[in-house]
């Protein structure tokens, strides 16, 4: 089959994928979802050791990171395998890796040697350290870079030690980082005619993400400390029991407090001098996160939703996962779109959460089998059918 995009937004770009894992993928399937033409390349299945892919062909996860794109197997350890990988880059506008810093110089395919092949090409690279620095060499895993990346430090109870985050929140936003510079770069070689190099790393869209955490140290000298369910600066802001469950609530500032206590039917707080300013309430946190559940604790949780969600004041119910897609509001949204897969079927996964009117996403392609379009792949750049055939009689393919 030809390119299938996903949009016509990106239509006219080829993207070269040479990344593994979680953090390159996700870069990847940013663009493919926005309809560039990818070309996943992977290693052969006769060459031992097989592929590091991070979870099984079949598997959620991998339909999940892999839809929209196209395969080809290369053995890069080949060199004529790097010969055709090279031919492809004349043709292609961007290619994205995420080895180790020192793997695609022993490669042979570092960017400063394939911008001589095509000046025009944005080559993106994503690593756990980035691109320099005493730790570049190291490998980088999302946990790692939570912890070093100080986020670890202020998730959890109070006093409970370290906590990880439940998703891979490292691998996703450094992906979506270096998808937003490549797009970027894209942009700017439209004025200048030139590619460039774009990377970034797991430990620094980790610090980048610290925001107002960060903050809080560069600017006002103050570590951060681990603030549970509360909100770390403004109160009341967190989680609070009801009759059947939780529910969050959040009424930080003047306005919203007060309408939060007279829903509540508590005025007299409005005025008290222990919660009648933003520092007053902070301070007393613990003393006013009780007494608002003591009141909360009466009713259900869809109880208290319905009457504050009346009153203006930001609230919400805490959903397990197959809660938050049985959302009536959530399926109205169209966050999920379906793919057809030749070895599973229909599959429902997560859609891009944004919306082009005009030029919107979908879910073209679902993730390809291995190789799967090797032979279209080359043919495209030129390769013939006996050509094809000899490259995989010398697992060159």
């Not at 996700?26 to 663009?31: H, P, Y």
């Not at 010969?83 to 492809?88: D, E, Q, V, Y």
């Not at 911008?115 to 690279?125: F, T």
């Not at 998703?167 to 439209?190: N, T």
Request: net charge negative; proline share 6%.
């Amino acid at each position: 089959m030809a390119h299938n995009p996903a949009s016509t937004a990106l239509s006219d770009i080829t993207v070269l994928d040479l990344t593994r894992a979680r953090a390159g993928p996700t870069a990847v399937r940013q663009l493919a979802d926005w309809g560039a033409d990818v070309i996943k390349i992977e290693i052969p299945e006769a060459i031992e050791g097989g592929d590091v892919m991070g979870g099984a062909r079949h598997g959620s996860d991998f339909q999940n990171l892999q839809r929209n794109k196209r395969s080809l197997t290369l053995n890069l350890k080949d060199p004529e395998a790097v010969g055709i990988f090279k031919r492809m880059v004349k043709d292609a506008d961007v290619v994205i890796e995420n080895y180790r810093p020192g793997v695609k110089h022993r490669l042979g395919i570092d960017y400063d040697t394939l911008k001589e092949l095509n000046p025009r090409l944005i080559y993106g690279s994503i690593s756990g350290f980035g691109q320099q620095g005493p730790y570049r060499d190291r490998p980088g895993f999302d946990q790692i870079a939570q912890g070093m990346g100080g986020l670890m430090s202020i998730t959890g109870l109070p006093g409970q030690g370290p906590v990880r985050v439940g998703i891979p929140i490292d691998d996703l936003c450094a992906g979506m980082f270096l998808a937003h510079g490549i797009m970027v770069a894209l942009y700017e070689r439209q004025k200048s005619g030139e590619g460039q190099w774009v990377h970034s790393s797991l430990l620094q869209a980790q610090i980048f993400m610290l925001d107002f955490q960060a903050a809080r140290w560069l600017i006002d000298k103050e570590v951060p400390p681990q603030a549970g369910n509360n909100h770390p600066t403004t109160m009341p802001q967190g989680v609070y029991e009801t009759s059947d469950g939780h529910i969050n609530i959040a009424a930080a500032g003047q306005v919203i407090f007060g309408r939060l206590c007279k829903a509540l039917g508590t005025e007299a707080w409005i005025d008290d001098p222990d919660y009648a300013t933003p520092d007053g309430r902070s301070k007393n946190r613990d003393a006013l996160n009780a007494l608002i559940a003591e009141h909360t604790k009466k009713k259900s949780s869809a109880h208290w939703i319905e009457l504050l969600a009346e009153a203006s004041v930001p609230c919400g119910p805490i959903y397990s996962i197959d809660q938050v897609f049985a959302d009536p509001h959530v399926q109205q949204l169209g966050v999920t779109g379906t793919s057809e897969s030749a070895a599973l079927g229909p599959l429902e996964i997560n859609a891009q959460p944004v919306v082009l009117t005009r030029t919107p996403s979908s879910i073209a392609m679902a993730a390809p089998e291995k190789g799967e379009h090797s032979d279209e792949v080359l043919e495209r750049f030129g390769y013939s059918a006996e050509e094809i055939a000899d490259f995989r009689s010398r697992n060159v393919v």
